[in-house]
């Protein structure tokens, strides 16, 4: 058991709707980070927040934005959602900054967009 | 965005072989290079990590090694047994952690 905690495990929608993913880090854990998993492929990096603030961005979509809000929990929300989007999402969370170190990965936040 | 190139994509080995899964980077701000484990249903668990101060890291059965000139580090799994059966996945970081970049993935799979 990693520590992270992510909600909800499986979620299936339609084509156009909007989903919130959400993930609670380590405790005493300040960064988050969220990857795209889609099938067969690596881990694609979206988005990092340290301390309630925005420090990195990989492609993330103009439909995909994401918070970490006071009590450092974070929230991905996907939005238009296309049969595409389609993957497993995982956020992570790690000490913060200073020198690099280990991520801690939740289990992932499967969505099927039908 | 793939920073990290990793190769192969899938890897078949008998008990006991060598598995070597190799990476290139580009960036030369990264000086954080982990390799991380995937079991089927589960998230990304840290293997083993190396620093570009030292060439070779060596935990257990798993060692990396690390060509700084050639922005090249590998995965050898020695004596390779079917429970290491995974993905496994390298990555780099920049000193402050931030945009931990992943390689694609090998599908390691270990034949009793």
């Known amino acids: 058991d990693s520590g992270v905690t992510q909600t909800p495990k499986h979620l299936i929608t339609a084509t156009g709707q909007r989903v919130t993913l959400r993930c609670s880090p380590r405790?005493?854990?300040?960064?988050v980070y969220w990857y795209q998993q889609s099938l067969d492929q690596g881990l694609q990096f979206l988005i990092q927040?340290?301390?309630?603030?925005?420090?990195a961005k990989g492609n993330i979509l103009e439909r995909f934005s994401a918070q970490q809000f006071p009590d450092l929990h974070s929230e991905l929300n996907l939005s238009s959602l296309e049969l595409g989007d389609s993957a497993l999402y995982f956020c992570?969370?790690?000490?913060?900054?200073?020198?690099?170190?280990?991520?801690?990965f939740g289990e992932g936040s499967r969505l099927t967009v039908l | 965005q793939q920073q990290v190139k990793q190769s192969p994509q899938s890897l078949i080995v008998q008990k006991g072989g060598i598995s070597i899964i190799n990476c290139a980077y580009e960036?030369?701000?990264?000086?954080?290079f982990p390799w991380y484990q995937q079991f089927p249903g589960k998230g990304p668990a840290l293997l083993i990590a190396i620093r570009p101060d030292v060439s070779e890291k060596k935990e257990g059965r798993f060692t990396i090694s690390f060509n700084k000139s050639a922005k090249q580090f590998s995965l050898h799994i020695m004596d390779s047994q079917p429970g290491d059966s995974a993905t496994y996945f390298c990555?780099?970081?920049?000193?402050?952690?931030?945009?931990?970049?992943f390689g694609a993935g090998t599908r390691l799979t270990v034949k009793p």
């Open positions: 927040y340290y301390n309630g603030e925005e420090r």
């Open positions: 960036n030369t701000a990264f000086d954080y």
């Open positions: 405790s005493g854990d300040l960064s």
């Open positions: 990555a780099a970081s920049r000193a402050n952690n931030n945009d931990m970049r």
């Open positions: 992570a969370s790690s000490h913060g900054q200073g020198t690099a170190g280990e991520l801690f």
